[in-house]
T-cell receptor
Framework: QKEVEQNSGPLSVPEGAIASLNCTYS??????FFWYRQYSGKSPELIMF????GDKEDGRFTAQLNKASQYVSLLIRDSQPSDSATYLC??????????FGAGTTVTVRA | NAGVTQTPKFQVLKTGQSMTLQCAQD?????MYWYRQDPGMGLRLIYY???????DKGEVPNGYNVSRLNKREFSLRLESAAPSQTSVYFC??????????FGPGTRLTVT
């Protein structure tokens, strides 16, 4: 079983809609959870992190964490063409390492 | 600040050749990491260095060696390149309270 699993997509949404991305993880002791965005040919950049159960909002992005279900999600509201990218879910099972999912590719249709 | 820099940006090797990928960070971060990224596989950790003077294996260390030269620099060496090592390599760094910041990547092709 992979440590972090994501739907690979592609996820296609119309401009202005909500994009919903999901991620599950296997290490129940994980404490920190992250979403990175990666544009084609570029390096990953951190867009959200969440440590506690519940929702965390930052602009158009909302991260949701449910440790009991070992589930993390990212919502992108009012999706824009500039949100078209691959979104990587990452989980920290120990202090030094991050485990990454394979990523979900999002395409926002104008 | 330049952040995390990597050299070279692109490289083509023949099977059996060796090379070193260089990484440097100017953010005074303690921890540094080397990842490879292949289509459909996400980022896989090759080696990491939690602090200056220490290195540890990650998920896919076979065929690679690393050197943490000082706090700023962390190099990745391929002693005898194989086609299976064709990939995009990312270096990243992190300070205790912050998260990983990635360099621009090195695109390596082994023929």
């Amino acid at each position: 079983q992979k440590e972090v699993e994501q739907n690979s997509g592609p996820l296609s949404v119309p401009e202005g809609a909500i994009a919903s991305l999901n991620c599950t993880y296997s290490d129940r002791g994980s404490q920190s959870f992250f979403w990175y965005r990666q544009y084609s040919g570029k390096s990953p950049e951190l867009i959200m992190f969440i440590y506690s159960n519940g929702d965390k909002e930052d602009g158009r992005f909302t991260a949701q964490l449910n440790k009991a279900s070992q589930y993390v999600s990212l919502l992108i509201r009012d999706s824009q063409p500039s949100d078209s990218a691959t979104y990587l879910c990452a989980v920290r099972p120990n202090d030094y390492k991050l485990s990454f999912g394979a990523g979900t590719t999002v395409t926002v249709r104008a | 600040n330049a952040g995390v820099t990597q050299t070279p940006k692109f490289q083509v090797l023949k099977t059996g050749q060796s090379m070193t990928l260089q990484c440097a960070q100017d953010m005074n971060h303690n921890s540094m990491y080397w990842y490879r990224q292949d289509p459909g596989m996400g980022l896989r950790l090759i080696y990491y260095s939690a602090s200056e003077g220490t290195t540890d294996k990650g998920e896919v260390p076979n065929g690679y060696n690393v050197s943490r030269l000082n706090k700023r620099e962390f190099s990745l060496r391929l002693e005898s390149a194989a086609p299976s090592q064709t990939s995009v390599y990312f270096c990243a760094s992190r300070h205790r309270e912050y998260e990983q910041y990635f360099g621009p990547g090195t695109r390596l092709t082994v023929t």
